[in-house]
């Protein structure tokens, strides 16, 4: 039976990457005799906002939720839509109402890929960060008073549930097991934030107890971001709230020479709603219409969804298509920001190639 993909493309070069993304895992489908069944959707881009005054039908839930995964490009044009309208009213409503409550984000140094980290070499590099994805920083508990008056006050609390805390924190201590290395670092800020960041270290604590071959280590996120820089070989599995993580899923790709490689996972565990599949950088619109922007993010996304629908051999085929042509450093086929002469097309051309066998 078919799976079947709903499609966002979405704003930028979500646009440009996206053929790119579905030319991949057309050629995973074919070698592996997949059936994946793509249905393209206009809404959740900012020009459909701008034609229909939302980012989204009112029946989006009703349209989405039988899909088998989601695949999105990327999302946000700030000067058409201010973004918090643009991201809430798409993005965030998707991880929130399909309760993608885990946002993995792996985060490795591929070969032929030069770290803007001084010796860094593949291997020293090579961690996941798991982010809680539902709640959190990202509440919509909150308010203004005396607007437009010198007494305004805003406000926006940060939302820790036991049940949200315990889940992503089970989810990477049980990801941790999995990995050689066994070790789990936590994110906090019980320091400077006192009532949620110390109750997330006590979660952090409790669950440790039934993990007792887990190493576990937390750091506050001042020094883990300097830890990340200088000593990124520390980490393993790294969890931390939905803004820690978001901020600790850039840095981490940066170090690994380029955002524009770094794939996500928003994953509903228990499959009740539809996982969402997408490049961790954004719509870019300082280079999009150029056709430049580098096409592993959405590849890789791609990869991670075919792994999640439960075709491994399918996935890791993609991941190391992804590390020949890496390794293999053609500039004319690489994108500039991992220093090549090329273009989307062509490294995504020579990936889906790759992939074919
Ligand atoms: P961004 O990730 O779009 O871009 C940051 C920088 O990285 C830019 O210089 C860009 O050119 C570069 N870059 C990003 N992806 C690249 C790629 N694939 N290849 C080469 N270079 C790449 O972040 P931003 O500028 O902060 O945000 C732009 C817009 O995207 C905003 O509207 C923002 O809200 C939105 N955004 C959306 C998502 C998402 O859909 N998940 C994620 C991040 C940002
Ligand atoms: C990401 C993005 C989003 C986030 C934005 C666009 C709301 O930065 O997916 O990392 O903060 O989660
Ligand atoms: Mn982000």
Not at 66 to 85: C, E, M, N, S, T
Not at 136 to 160: A, C, D, H, P
């Amino acid at each position: 039976m078919a799976h079947r993909i709903a499609v966002i493309a979405g704003d930028g070069i979500g646009t440009e990457v996206m053929p790119e993304g579905i030319r991949a895992l057309e050629a995973a489908a074919k070698r592996f005799n997949i059936d994946l069944a793509f249905t393209t959707f206009e809404f959740g881009s900012c020009d459909y906002y701008l034609e229909h005054g939302k980012m989204l039908p009112d029946d989006w839930f009703e349209q989405l939720k039988d899909f088998d995964a989601l695949f999105y490009g990327a999302v946000g044009w700030p000067d058409k839509v201010p973004d918090h309208i643009s991201l809430w009213g798409s993005l965030l409503q998707f991880r929130r109402q399909f309760d993608q409550y885990i946002n993995l984000r792996p985060c490795k140094l591929m070969p032929g890929i030069k770290s803007p980290l001084a010796g860094r070499e593949p291997g020293d590099i090579d961690f996941y960060v798991v982010r809680e994805n539902t709640e959190g920083e990202y509440s919509s508990v909150g308010g203004k008073m005396f607007e437009g008056t010198e007494r305004e006050i805003v406000l926006q609390e940060t939302v820790m549930s036991r049940v949200g805390v315990d889940r992503v924190l089970k989810y990477a201590f049980d990801l941790a097991q999995t990995r050689p290395r066994k070790k789990l670092t936590s994110a906090t800020k019980s320091n400077g934030i006192s009532i949620t960041m110390p109750y997330w270290d006590e979660r952090v604590a409790e669950m440790a107890k039934q993990y007792p071959d887990i190493a576990v280590d937390k750091f506050h996120i001042d020094i883990l971001t300097a830890n990340f820089v200088l000593h990124p070989d520390w980490f393993d599995v790294v969890v931390g709230s939905n803004l820690f993580g978001d901020i600790l899923s850039d840095l981490g790709p940066a170090c690994t020479g380029t955002i524009g490689i770094a794939p996500s996972a928003n994953i509903n565990p228990e499959g009740m709603f539809p996982s969402l599949f997408e490049p961790v950088h954004g719509s870019a619109p300082d280079i999009a219409g150029k056709g430049i922007a580098n096409p592993i993010g959405q590849i890789w996304s791609g990869a991670m969804m075919l792994e999640h629908l439960g075709y491994q051999e399918a996935a890791d085929t993609m991941v190391k298509a992804i590390e020949d042509v890496l390794s293999e450093g053609n500039s004319q086929v690489l994108t500039r920001d991992i220093g090549g002469l090329g273009n989307t097309l062509s490294l995504g051309h020579a990936i889906a190639e790759r992939i074919s066998g």
